[in-house]
Structures are given as structure tokens and as C-alpha cells.
């Protein structure tokens, strides 16, 4: 996984064979070894996701006093929860297991499905998913064009998992090295496919616009402080000045800062609306992360919903616009059964009272002077097909998604890295840009072939000026979503059922041969 997947993504034709030769060993635990299986998965899952997501646990460090003393649970219980789905895609592999090249198809169609089942029970999380090995080289990660995420996820199991059959016994694999040399085939020809999508595929510009993403690196204590509120805007208008000579010579049209930019509601200070009036040319919007309020006489106690929102704010200071987020955070931005922890004392990472309220929809923002946008705030962006699957059938495609997150909590650690990857990814899948603005890294604007056009990178505070990308034509996978990979995944699936039954016919022949 990011930052290391571009030179050490091959380590998967190590560790998958590996998981393969333990799976077999598992056949003597009785009842074909599924129990024994679901072990192996789990302990397999829980080591990949301890590596892949212990940085996690340095957000509990920005309010430590509060939150300090659930580090180790962070840090050891999200990954004991995730490797649960890896054990039932294990025990779910067992149970097609068949000796042979075939058992190499069961494991990746166990874990494929465990891994799309991740992405969607309890809100889901396909946070580094497998297939993201395949994606750390962009010429592989072409791929996802065609068939998205769950495709490289299949692809990136099956691959890695096929040197396997190298140490099979002749009868179980005849000529082991033709299968591999298959597998050399496969890998060789998403190479090719996507050298020639990277050198073919033309992408222009969008006339007339001119976009600076600004990245404060402001500390979360910072922040999230209301006292430090004239501090924090003063920050962002001096760093963002639109008044002094751009880098670029051409003028900015569209000003971005990240999410959750103020430690307040924007919609509430006029003084600051105000403020950054002064400070956009004529013509030119501002589009940001805020919090925002809105009346509810009748919840009670607590007479407001809270969301977290992309605002823009035209040169006369009003909010013309808003997109609420519309999948929240576990535990950052609300708490399952929030009344009842509340009531135990327990609260969510944002500490706003109540949790933040889920938007109803997902919808594209009408932006003055640019293509619609499709805004996806914080991790909305490393969910496959979610860019379209909330918009109405008959609307019109976005020409661009915007990703304003708040990476901060985490620190400079693999974290901010890998759901860059993963928004590069979505650009691929979508054939749409996207522009991405952070409170500290990684900010930049991706092209919807996946290369960074325009970057800041984590830890740095500063502006880049970039022109809008133009979308391509709508790739297979924006076109027809989980279709592809699921042909892909039930094709796999009758070819290890009729391996199964062939074995099958094969052993039970030898047995009467034996009797007769």
C-alpha cells in the first residue's frame, strides 16, 4: 500500500502463495478445514490491516487527554474487526478448495467477495483493499477502467496467489509453469493496456477557469478552537491572497480551502463572510468545507443538526451553495447508539454534541464559471461507484469531483498517502478529475487518467494554481458499475465448481477401478 506500493507491490506473489500453502494444510483440521481456514484468514487479515492501519491511532493523540486511552483499542480493534471479513472469505475459499490451479481462482473469489463485503456491511470501509497492490503502478491501475476496484481486487489475489502451484505435486498440476506463464500473460497485458490508454487517451482543459487550492497545515488543536478563529481566517486569507500576482500569470477563478476549513459556522459570521468578500476578485467563488447548522425546534433538547458541508461563497460574501457529507465517519463524526454513549460519557473524535446529521442525498453542486461538481468530502471519495450511485438517473454528469478532507488527524504517517491513492483511483474508474483540497496533505488536482496534474504534499503549507482537467469519455466501469467484476467473479466461480465436479468424477472412477 501507499507510500510504498510503487516498489514494493510484487511482494504479493510472496505472501499470497503463502496463504495458499496454509490453506491446503488446513484440510486435515476435519470438516475440509473450514474452521482451521477461517483462523488462518483471520490472523492473515489482522496482521495486513495492523500494518496498513496503525497510523489510525494518532488521532486519538490530538485531544490525548480525552482520547489517549483508546489508542491501543484503535489501533488492535479495527483490524481485529476487519479481519473478520478476511476469515470468511478464507473459510468461504476452503470450502470450494479443489488441489490444483483451480484453488488459486477459489481464494481469490473468498476474499473478493469478503472484500466487497467490507466495502458495504456497517456503512462499509474498503480501506486499502487488495487491489490498490496492483494500483500503486499507474499503468496497471488502468485496469479499474474497465472493471473498478473489485476487478484489481480479483486480479491482484489471483496473480499473486498463482507461483502456488510451482510447489504442487505432478498429479495434482501438470506443467505448473504454463499456468504461471498465463498469469505473466494477464499481468503483461495490463501493462500494455494501460501504457496505451496513459499515451493515447487526450485530455484537455476547461477554458476560462483557474483554480488555487490553499493547504494551511494548521494544528487540529488549532483548528477546532473557536477562540482562535481570527487567527485561523487571517491564515487562510493571507496564505490564499488573491490580490497579489499569481504564480501562474492567470488570473484564479475558483479559490479552494479544505474541509472544515473554521472552527465555527460560517453561515453565522457575517463579519467573516465580510472578510472574504473583500478578498475575491469580481467573479471569482470560493468553495470550502464548513460546519453547519440548521434549526430543529422540534428534536427537543438539542434544536439543531449538525452536518459537514462544502459551501461557496461568491464575491459579495453570500453562500450561494451547499452539499452536506452524506457518509459520516464511525466514531469521528457520530457515535453508533449516540444517546446512550453520550449518556456513559463516551464522545466521537469531533466532540460535537449529538454527532453530526448524514446529508439526505448526494448531489452535484452547481459551481458559477466551471462544469458541475460532484463534491465528496473526507473518505466519501474511497467508496468504488460512489461518485454516481446516489444521483438521479436522468441528471447530467458532473465534469469534475471535488475531495476536501481534513487529514490533519493523522499526522505524517502512510494515512494522508494511501487515500490519495484511493481518490486517484475513483479519477480512473470515473474518467473524471478530481481536485482535492487538505488541512495538511496531500492537496492537488488528478487528471481522470490518475496522474497528479498539481500537488502539495503532506506537511506543507502553501497554494497551487492549476487548470481544470476535462473528463474523458465515461469509462466501461462508469458505465456499467459492479457488472464487470461480478461476470468476472461468477465466471471464476463456475470454473472451480466444474473443476470440483471433474476431480470429483476423476476420483470416484479410480475407486471403482480399485473395487472391480
Known amino acids: 500500500m501507499a507510500p510504498l506500493g510503487a516498489l514494493a507491490w510484487p511482494v504479493i506473489f510472496l505472501t499470497f502463495p503463502v496463504l495458499v500453502w ?14 482451521a481456514a477461517a483462523a488462518i484468514g ?54 470450494l478448495w479443489v488441489p490444483g490451479p483451480a484453488r488459486v481462482l477459489a481464494l481469490a473469489v473468498g476474499l473478493t467477495a469478503a472484500e466487497w463485503l467490507r466495502g458495504h456491511v456497517l456503512t462499509g470501509l474498503p480501506w486499502n483493499s487488495f487491489g490498490y497492490a496492483l494500483a500503486s503502478d499507474l499503468r496497471l491501475a488502468q485496469t ?38 498465463l498469469g505473466a500473460l494477464v499481468l503483461a497485458a495490463m501493462f500494455v493496456f494501460g501504457a496505451v490508454r496513459l499515451a493515447t487517451t487526450p485530455v484537455g482543459t476547461v477554458e476560462g477557469v483557474r483554480l488555487r487550492l490553499m493547504q494551511p497545515n494548521l494544528p487540529q ?11 485561523v481566517v487571517a491564515h487562510y486569507l493571507k496564505l490564499s491572497d488573491l490580490a ?36 475575491l476578485p469580481p467573479g471569482t467563488v470560493l468553495i470550502t468545507g464548513a460546519a453547519r447548522a440548521e ?67 448526494r448531489r452535484a453542486l452547481e459551481v458559477p464559471g466551471a462544469p458541475p461538481t460532484l463534491p465528496l468530502i473526507c473518505f466519501e471519495i474511497v467508496f468504488p461507484g460512489a461518485p454516481a450511485a446516489d444521483l438521479p438517473k436522468d441528471a447530467p454528469r458532473p465534469g469534475w469531483m471535488l475531495n476536501l478532507t481534513n487529514d490533519g488527524w493523522f499526522g505524517d504517517t502512510s494515512g494522508p498517502h494511501q487515500h490519495l491513492a484511493q481518490a486517484r483511483l475513483r479519477a480512473i474508474e470515473e474518467g473524471m478529475p478530481v481536485v482535492r483540497a487538505a488541512n495538511t496533505g496531500i492537496s492537488g488536482v488528478v487528471d481522470p487518467l490518475g496522474r497528479m496534474r498539481a500537488q502539495i504534499n503532506l506537511g506543507r503549507e502553501g497554494i497551487v494554481d492549476a487548470d481544470l482537467p476535462r473528463p474523458v469519455t465515461p469509462p466501461p466501469y462508469a458505465r456499467l458499475a459492479d457488472a464487470i467484476p461480478l461476470t468476472l467473479w461468477l465466471g471464476a466461480l463456475a470454473i472451480v465448481i466444474f473443476a470440483r465436479r471433474v476431480r470429483g468424477s476423476v476420483s470416484t472412477a479410480k475407486l471403482q477401478q480399485r473395487q472391480c
Open 221 to 231: 488543536d488549532v483548528k477546532f478552537r473557536y477562540a482562535a478563529k481570527d487567527e
Open 144 to 181: 479499474a477502467s474497465l472493471g473498478g476496484l473489485w476487478s484489481l481486487t480479483f486480479l491482484a489475489v489471483a496473480l499473486g496467489a498463482l507461483p502456488a502451484v510451482l510447489a504442487d505435486a505432478p498429479r495434482d498440476t501438470r506443467h505448473p509453469w504454463r499456468w504461471v506463464g
Open 42 to 95: 483471520w490472523w492473515f487479515g489482522f496482521g495486513y490491516f495492523l500494518t496498513g492501519l496503525w497510523w489510525i491511532g494518532v488521532a486519538f493523540l490530538v485531544d490525548a487527554d480525552k482520547f489517549g486511552w483508546l489508542l491501543p483499542v484503535a489501533v488492535a480493534g479495527l483490524p481485529a474487526g476487519l479481519a473478520l471479513f478476511t476469515a470468511a472469505g478464507t473459510a468461504l475459499a476452503r470450502a
Open 295 to 361: 434549526e430543529r425546534p422540534d428534536k427537543g433538547p438539542r434544536r439543531y443538526d449538525v452536518y459537514n458541508s462544502v459551501q461557496i461563497v461568491d464575491s459579495d460574501g453570500a453562500i450561494i451553495a451547499t452539499a452536506d457529507k452524506v457518509h459520516l465517519v464511525p466514531f469521528g463524526e457520530y457515535l453508533p447508539f449516540q444517546a446512550t454513549l453520550e449518556s456513559l460519557g463516551l464522545e466521537q473524535l469531533t466532540r460535537v454534541q449529538g454527532g453530526f446529521s448524514a446529508g439526505t442525498r
Open 244 to 279: 497579489a500576482s499569481p504564480p501562474s500569470g492567470a488570473p484564479v477563478t475558483h479559490l479552494i480551502w479544505p474541509e472544515s476549513a473554521f472552527p465555527f459556522f460560517l453561515s453565522r459570521e457575517p463579519a467573516v463572510l465580510a472578510k472574504i468578500a473583500d478578498h
Open 22 to 35: 496454509l490453506l491446503d494444510g488446513a484440510g486435515s483440521g476435519g470438516r475440509r478445514g473450514i474452521g
